[in-house]
T-cell receptor
């Protein structure tokens, strides 16, 4: 069965610090990979996605993620965080070519950025 | 203004009562989904529907029921058999079909508290 692991449950950073959130998945086949963000009181929204091609993908608000196939990882990065990045971040996986459009989510990482 | 609406935003019920959560979309999407979000557990799929009058169980369907009588509507009933119903419930929708993944779009969620 597919699963997604996010090892950082809570992260506290000061503004301008660099961010890296870990995401590892377990699935033997080809996958589509996603990072979602949930700002306080707002909808879950897509931050970035990887389907194929360049393993370094850029998303909204200066975020990027790198797919490392050999490590089954899709870590999220941002060089300099802002207070407005305070949110919960979810990594998700979709098994490509599967019979369904299902997403498997990680447990989430709560990021608090201190001004 | 296209999107997904969920009502109400907050819902309180007494233990032993069934409760129905509403989800409506005007994106003309064929597929709809219900997720449950708990702190530290991420999002877990309850039910999904690929087409009107058809739906499938997700990973945690016990104690829940759904119907899909109209394309734009996918109500979720939390029954008294659900042992731990207090949670945040998210509805999503997507296009369906083809060999590639169809992006899911999420509603604002309903926070259910069972007293």
């Amino acid at each position: 069965a597919q699963s997604v692991s996010q090892h950082n449950h809570h992260v506290i950073l000061s503004e301008a610090a660099s961010l890296e959130l870990g995401c590892n998945y377990s699935y033997g086949g080809t996958v589509n990979l996603f990072w979602y963000v949930q700002y306080p009181g707002q909808h879950l929204q897509l931050l970035l996605k990887y389907f194929s091609g360049d393993p370094l993908v850029k998303g909204i608000k200066g975020f990027e993620a790198e797919f490392i196939k050999s490590k089954f990882s899709f870590n999220l990065r941002k060089p300099s965080v802002q207070w407005s990045d305070t949110a919960e971040y979810f990594c998700a996986v979709n098994a490509r070519g599967g019979a369904t459009n299902k997403l498997i989510f990680g447990t989430g990482t709560l990021l608090a950025v201190q001004p | 203004d296209g999107g997904i609406t969920q009502s109400p935003k907050y819902l309180f019920r007494k233990e032993g009562q069934n409760v129905t959560l509403s989800c409506e979309q005007n994106l003309n999407h064929d597929a709809m989904y219900w997720y449950r979000q708990d702190p530290g557990q991420g999002l877990r799929l309850i039910y999904y529907s690929q087409i009107v009058n058809d739906f499938q169980k997700g990973d945690i369907a016990e104690g829940y029921s759904v119907s899909r009588e109209k394309k734009e509507s996918f109500p979720l009933t939390v029954t008294s058999a659900q042992k731990n119903p207090t949670a945040f419930y998210l509805c999503a929708s997507s296009a369906w079909g083809g060999s590639s993944y169809n992006e899911q779009f999420f509603g604002p969620g309903t926070r259910l508290t069972v007293l």
